[in-house]
């Protein structure tokens, strides 16, 4: 009979919660990596369109700013495969874990970026009215931020707070 049962209830061993836990970060990376790999296809079709050189100097240095977001995106996505490949055989799957789910993290944050800059380079150029823009894609950040970041947080945050409370009686 196994005596590691983890906090969370479950009955596996530090290798076993680690090979789980990064089966479970790569189908996260699937996700958000379909994801900004589309918007940046998208997007370095943009310069070729010969609207482009319409933009104005602000917009076309937007799309600047949101082509390189997007790069960067997608390269801290992709940087725990390359860190798993680098890394594996060498019996540190707990650090590699903890590793890939901090790019991992910084890449969906930098996808938050991307998105909400690209939102806004094509709602300026939508619209041609950049009074209500701003606000749009404020919101739209908002919505991003909450429902990406601070309900996992809250959550996550009372679930330790009922853990310590427990220990406690």
């Known amino acids: ?10 009955d596996e061993s530090a290798h076993e919660r680690a090979d789980r836990m990064w089966g479970d970060l790569l189908q996260e990376i699937r996700v958000a990596q379909t994801g900004v790999q589309i918007l940046f296809g998208f997007l370095l079709t943009v310069v070729f ?4 050189r319409q ?9 600047m700013v949101t082509i390189v977001l997007g790069a ?11 860190f798993h490949r680098i890394v ?31 939102l806004l380079l094509v709602l300026r150029t939508a619209t041609r009215d950049d009074g209500y823009v701003p606000w749009i894609v404020a919101g739209v950040a908002a919505l991003y931020i909450f429902s990406w970041f601070v ?3 809250v959550i996550r ?4 707070a009922d853990t310590d409370a427990g220990a406690e009686d």
């Open 1 to 10: 009979m196994r005596t590691d049962t983890q906090p969370d209830g479950r």
């Open 49 to 52: 369109q010969p609207t482009y």
């Open 55 to 63: 933009l104005s100097q602000a917009d076309q240095t937007l799309y």
């Open 72 to 82: 960067t995106a997608i390269g801290t996505l992709i940087a725990p495969v390359a």
């Open 88 to 118: 594996s055989g060498q019996r540190i799957k707990p650090q590699a874990v903890l590793w890939a789910s901090r790019l991992t993290m910084l890449g969906l944050f930098l996808l938050l970026v991307t998105m909400t800059s690209s």
């Open 151 to 153: 309900i996992p947080m």
């Open 157 to 160: 945050l009372r679930k330790s």
